[in-house]
């Protein structure tokens, strides 16, 4: 079993920084591939970035050139620094953790995570 839990969400103004740490317990982190997902109200659940056992990252077309994925191993926490916010990036964000560990692929879509968060807010006013 895995736990994952989010923190540094917040209110802030168009153009502001903001960082999110998602901190992991219950098995070996390491070797698991870890995505950050957003909900904003009414849409559904959608894919912002991920980073790999081996340190590759990705990030969706949607924030890319603005945010910044990264993990301390032995820290057992990953960390989302997000930078210049819009207001349509207002969304509960959620940390996800695969399930396979060393997967060559990173997944994209909500469903193919088993282990969530419980998110935390940002919230960009404009």
């Known amino acids: 079993q895995v736990q994952l839990v989010e923190s540094g969400g917040g209110l802030v103004q168009a153009g502001d920084s903001l960082r999110l740490s998602c901190a992991a317990s219950?098995?070996?982190?390491?070797?698991?591939?870890i995505a950050w997902f957003r909900q904003a109200p009414g849409k559904e659940r959608e894919f912002v970035a991920a980073?790999?056992?081996?340190?590759?990252?990705y990030y969706a077309d949607s924030m890319k050139g603005r945010i910044t994925i990264s993990r301390d191993n032995a820290k057992n926490t990953v960390s989302l620094q997000m930078n210049s916010l819009k207001p349509e990036d207002t969304a509960v964000y959620y940390c996800?953790?695969?399930?396979?560990?060393?997967?060559?692929?990173?997944?994209?879509?909500?469903?193919?995570?088993?282990?969530w968060g419980q998110g935390t807010q940002v919230t960009v006013s404009s």
């Open positions: 219950g098995r070996t982190f390491s070797i698991y591939t």
């Open positions: 996800a953790a695969d399930s396979k560990p060393f997967r060559a692929v990173v997944l994209t879509r909500q469903g193919e995570y088993d282990y």
């Open positions: 980073i790999k056992w081996n340190h590759s990252t």
